[in-house]
């Protein structure tokens, strides 16, 4: 039973434009909530998070946004680079463990 | 320079054989996880290490074996019981566990293939 969903294995994006990927969970229990990006053939490197008692989290480019109503996460990436181009997965916490949804793939074209 | 090692990178293996992926992390972290990923399944946890001669069993243990002898090493095992072994495997690490803050350091990964 997949706990935290991504339901667009991917995503197109001009440069210059917001890139909006999406999350989705199923237990109002999670503490943490978290974005992680990856190259090919690399490990996966930690992006952003926020916590359950807040609502957004911004880092330069990089915002979250988590709807707590809706079970749902949101990373937004603006404006978006080619260099933004990579497998994105969205994880939450819970108890000592960390879980993923299953990536949605970004492509940044000129 | 500080970070997580995994060896080998490409591994290859015949059925029936068991294997060891090295993980080596010189960050001082108490925690550490092993993670496989297959395509359009994202990553899911194997096994994972709070401290020092102590592990616990991820949602996908079965076929696979760990131990933690040293606060550094925490090498997987996929033995001939894990019926499909081709995958990517990813080390990690974290100063506390991952419940916290889910913060996790991660190896550039070990391709495994079964031929």
């Known amino acids: 039973d997949q706990q935290v969903k991504q339901n667009s294995p991917s995503l197109s994006v001009q440069e210059g434009r917001i890139s909006i990927l999406n999350c989705d969970y199923t237990n109002s229990m999670f503490d943490y909530f978290l974005w992680y990006k990856k190259y090919p053939a690399e490990g996966p490197t930690f992006l952003i998070s926020?916590?359950?008692?807040?609502d957004k989290n911004e880092d330069g480019r990089f915002t979250v946004f988590l709807n707590k109503s809706a079970k749902h996460l949101s990373l937004h990436i603006v404006p978006s680079q080619p260099g933004d181009s990579a497998v994105y997965f969205c994880a939450v916490t819970h108890r000592e463990k960390l879980i993923f949804g299953t990536g949605t793939r970004l492509q940044v074209f000129p | 320079d500080g970070g997580i090692t995994q060896s080998p990178k490409y591994l290859f293996r015949k059925e029936g054989q068991n294997v060891t992926l090295s993980c080596e992390q010189n960050l001082n972290h108490d925690a550490m996880y092993w993670y496989r990923q297959d395509p359009g399944q994202g990553l899911r946890l194997i096994y994972y290490?709070?401290?020092?001669?102590?592990?616990q069993k991820g949602d996908i243990a079965e076929g696979y074996s760990v131990s933690r002898e040293k606060k550094e090493s925490f090498p997987l095992t996929v033995t001939s019981a894990q019926k499909n072994p081709t995958a990517f495997y990813l080390c990690?690490?974290?100063?506390?566990?991952?419940?916290?803050?889910?913060?996790?350091?991660f190896g550039e990964g070990s391709r495994l293939t079964v031929l």
């Open positions: 290490s709070q401290i020092v001669n102590d592990f």
């Open positions: 926020i916590s359950s008692i807040k």
């Open positions: 990690a690490s974290s100063i506390q566990v991952a419940g916290n803050t889910g913060e996790l350091f």
